[in-house]
């Protein structure tokens, strides 16, 4: 728009969704984590998804990614912790995650 070339461009996705600790034990909840350059390896908690994507879960469950390869955005909170832990993606979030991508490879 301005004849500047865009800051976020498809190798900078492709270098955001990068798998870069596999698997390594996360500090806050304990659990096996995959992070990919400053987000979370999306695809390692929802293999359905592109294994490019990548996004964070947060406090009380929400969740947010992005999926270039599929063209889709997602975003999720919840308005009261739903779950014991109150870190991490809501369980409900791989049902809907699965469903959005559904929807938009129908469009």
Do not use: C, Q
Request: overall charge neutral.
């Amino acid at each position: 728009m301005d004849g500047r070339p865009p800051l976020f461009t498809p190798a900078t996705a492709a270098l955001f969704g990068e798998l870069r600790t596999p698997g390594g034990p996360d500090l806050v909840t304990g659990s096996a984590d995959h992070f990919a350059r400053g987000f979370e390896h999306t695809p390692a908690l929802y293999p359905f998804l592109d294994a490019g994507t990548f996004g964070h879960s947060g406090a009380a469950g929400s969740l947010g990614f992005a999926d270039p390869a599929n063209g889709i955005a997602y975003g999720y909170t919840r308005r009261r912790f739903g779950f014991p832990s109150g870190v991490g993606a809501a369980p409900e979030n791989g049902r809907l995650a699965e469903s959005v991508l559904r929807a938009a490879a129908s469009l």
